[in-house]
């Protein structure tokens, strides 16, 4: 599956962006849509695992990291609207 197409789309106008909820960007992957940067990085870190980890394979420092940057992201969404 990882020899499919790519996209990242991260224009407010696109049909793929959940207007609702704003979430920004989206990659597709072949024809599934994955939106949200936190769930977007852990999706590629597993889809093309065989490159170099994003993410610490270490299930501790792994959530370390997903709160950090679920942290970050919170606060970097309160501070543009």
Do not use: E
Request: glycine residues 4%.
């Amino acid at each position: 599956m990882a020899t499919t197409d790519v996209k990242v789309i991260g224009a407010w106008p696109s049909p793929f962006v959940n207007p609702v909820h704003k979430k920004i960007p989206v990659l597709i992957h072949g024809d599934k849509p994955v939106c949200v940067s936190l769930v977007i990085v852990q999706y590629v870190d597993d889809v093309w695992a065989s490159g170099p980890a994003i993410l610490p394979s270490d299930p501790y420092d792994r959530a370390i990291a997903r709160f950090w940057a679920a942290y970050i992201d919170d606060k970097v969404n309160i501070r543009s609207c």
